[in-house]
């Protein structure tokens, strides 16, 4: 810590060493860099922040941040942090209610649902468009109980990066999703019935 650090200096915790004009550079710095961030995690897509929409993962950092820094960092004004936290719950809220109003721009803040698996077929398409591979939709759908695609009707990667699966009653042909090892061998089952047969 600076030796020059007078503990418990109430200017120096609140206001810092800038003048009181700076909690207005403050609130444009806040909304530019949240705009910033906001345009880069919602190119990086879903998979990058999986189980949290873009808005909340945005607000989880941006909290997180503004929160962890002005608690042991004595060249961080207090009511530069609480402005910061402020001004991101505002434009969180102002968000929410953008979407309330207005469902059909919901595409601008989260990417739209897409179908990764059609009858038992991987669908090429849906996995370009969402940027997930064939491995990373198989993984998700081991942790479902599906053991090959073709148990599956269709497979929707939502907008928070999860898998909805609805699964057909009549199977159709389609990919192994288990490991080679775990896969039943075709071979020793026939090995098995000739011992059987040898045995009788």
């Not at 609130?27 to 990086?44: D, E, K, N, P, Q």
């Not at 990417?111 to 468009?129: F, W």
């Not at 599906?146 to 009707?153: L, Q, S």
């Amino acid at each position: 810590m600076d030796q020059n650090v007078v503990p418990f200096d109430i200017g120096r915790m609140l206001l810092g060493d800038t003048p009181p004009s700076f909690m207005a550079e403050i609130v444009v710095r806040t909304v530019i860099v949240y705009v910033y961030t906001f345009a880069m995690v919602r190119w990086l897509g879903g998979r990058s922040i999986a189980q949290l929409s873009v808005v909340e993962f945005l607000l989880v950092i941006a909290l997180g941040s503004a929160v962890g820094d002005s608690m042991f960092y004595p060249n961080v004004p207090l009511l530069h942090a609480l402005a910061v936290i402020t001004i991101v719950v505002l434009v969180n809220k102002g968000i929410d209610e953008f979407l309330a109003r207005l469902p059909q721009t919901q595409k601008l803040v989260d990417a739209p649902p897409v179908e990764v698996i059609n009858h038992g077929k991987v669908l090429d398409e849906g996995l370009k468009t969402s940027g997930y591979s064939k491995l990373e939709i198989f993984e998700q759908l081991r942790m479902q109980g599906v053991r090959d695609t073709g148990e599956v009707e269709t497979a929707i990667l939502e907008s928070n990066g999860r898998l909805s699966v609805f699964k057909l009653k009549r199977p159709v042909k389609g990919e192994a999703l288990l490991p080679p090892q775990r896969m039943p061998s075709s071979a020793g089952h026939r090995r098995g019935k000739g011992k059987d047969k040898q045995a009788g």
